[in-house]
């Protein structure tokens, strides 16, 4: 059976900002950089938005003639070759299947936040709480795709929402000079200089971009979406302007909010919480409770999120014969392909239950541990689609764009390239500087699956074919 086209252009933001988190990513992606490269964190930021809109034009260009359920896996399959795009989409369907488990342990960390903010004190444990954040995961996908959509639609408005709150007052405060410690406001914090190098500031952006990591999630809606070479990419774009104007605006109001001072971006960096330190201090303890609330349902919609995104790559993939033929059938009521979703929440549960009894007991740890090889993951899958992007526009045989608008994939491919070296150069401490051989080695099992299957690759191939191609060159000489 094949999937219901029935979401719109805004659903299909949902889901990218579903994988995204911003909440979670304003909440805790600011303490690093600032460690690094004082009160410039904003300007990190605004460097790695310029970054990420490098990458997305690949992803927003091919949308416009390749929509499919297996969103890299054809992206890339069609540009690029069957072997290129099952290695491509092996890549993105390992950081989504990770992120459900590392979104998960997120949501329980949140959740015994904001349970001890509201009087529930006592050891409580994170482990069953990110368990049923899995659970739910599959009931919410289980439905019509409408509802989760609109379900990460509801959630993420609500928690942007508070923390949009937030940075207003943390503004109005330090513009009214009424601001708890006397912060000043300035705009030095988007300015280079003051003693910090830009390569150090380069380098710190690549905090920044991991917080867009997942934004190509509604790619993967393609058979979901009513006009999807119109409306993908439109939400495409949606999500990297949205995010990125969130982000920069509110590592500013952080910035300002702990002070822009060598003094206040210590206290920015040795802040566990910077959103709820900034939020008792300027409004109250209410708000920051709100804010725990909010943290636990953005990071709820990010295992949503990537649970909808795995899901749909495990059904492309079955579908061309790389799986279980069940994987690849949809339910009856509802359309969802519920076996596929099943197979990943089972995973993804396994997953954190495996890694809290042989690697850590701490969420926090479990979070960035998994978070990170899912990471390192998406580095190459952009990567990679960066590079088809530019082949299947400039070199395929079809004029598809302006000449002009070469040097925009290889700038986001030579972005990314920067990125992936400093995930190695310095070498990490333990364990960061093992975990990026579980993703490097999930990668070459996709390439070799690839060289001892050839006759299946062939297919795939073939499949493809028929299920994009001649469509997209319909779309080519509209």
């Known amino acids: 059976m094949a999937l219901r086209r029935e979401l719109k252009v805004w659903e299909g933001v949902a889901l990218s900002l579903g994988i995204m988190g911003p909440t979670i990513a304003m909440a805790l992606d600011g303490t690093a950089p600032a460690g690094e490269i004082g009160t410039k964190v904003p300007l990190a930021f605004l460097l790695a938005l310029i970054g990420i809109a490098l990458v997305g034009y690949g992803f927003v260009r091919l949308s416009r003639y390749i929509s499919h359920a297996g969103s890299v896996y054809a992206l890339v399959g069609v540009t690029l070759g069957p072997r290129t795009g099952f290695v491509g989409g092996w890549a993105l369907w390992g950081f989504y299947f990770v992120s459900v488990a590392a979104s998960s342990a997120a949501a329980a960390l949140f959740g015994v936040a904001f349970l001890n903010s509201v009087g529930v004190h006592g050891n409580i444990p994170w482990l069953p709480l990110a368990l049923l954040s899995v659970a739910l995961c599959w009931i919410v996908n289980s439905r019509k795709i409408k509802i989760a959509a609109r379900s990460l639609l509801a959630i993420e408005v609500i928690s942007v929402t508070l923390v949009v709150i937030l940075c207003l007052v943390i503004f109005a405060r330090v513009l009214n000079g009424s601001a708890p410690h006397g912060q000043k406001f300035t705009i030095s914090p988007f300015l280079p200089g003051g003693g910090i190098t830009f390569g150090a500031i380069m380098a710190a952006s690549i905090f920044g971009f991991l917080a867009f990591a997942g934004f190509e999630g509604t790619a993967a809606l393609g058979e979901e979406t009513g006009n999807p070479k119109r409306d993908i990419p439109r939400a495409l774009i949606y999500a990297i302007v949205l995010t990125g104007i969130l982000y920069v605006l509110s590592m500013f109001a952080e910035t300002l909010g702990f002070g822009a001072t060598n003094a206040g971006a210590a206290h920015f960096a040795g802040s566990a919480a910077p959103l709820d330190v900034l939020a008792k201090e300027f409004v109250g303890s209410g708000l920051a409770t709100a804010l725990s609330l909010g943290a636990t349902l953005s990071a709820f919609a990010s295992a949503v999120g990537a649970t909808t995104g795995a899901s749909r790559l495990m059904f492309a993939y079955s579908r061309d014969g790389w799986g279980p033929r069940a994987f690849s059938e949809t339910s009856a009521k509802h ?72 040097a925009v994939p290889l700038l986001g491919t030579a972005y990314l390239a920067y990125v992936l070296y400093k995930q190695f150069v310095p070498i990490p401490e333990f364990p960061y500087n093992v975990i990026p051989y579980f993703a490097i080695g999930w990668i070459l099992f996709a390439v070799a699956l690839t060289l001892v299957r050839p006759a299946q690759a062939k297919h795939m191939g073939e499949a493809l074919t028929t299920e994009v191609s001649a469509d997209s060159e319909v779309k080519a000489k509209a």
Request: glycine share 8%; charged share 10%.
């Open 335 to 406: 359309g969802e392909p519920t076996n596929a979703l099943t197979a990943v929440v089972i995973g993804a549960a396994a997953l954190l239950v495996i890694v809290y009894l042989t690697v850590t007991t701490s969420a926090v740890n479990e979070f960035f541990y998994i978070g990170t090889t899912g990471v390192l993951m998406v580095i190459v899958v952009y990567a990679v689609a960066s590079f088809g992007a530019f082949r299947f526009l400039f070199f395929s045989g079809v004029n598809r764009a302006p000449r002009w608008e070469m």
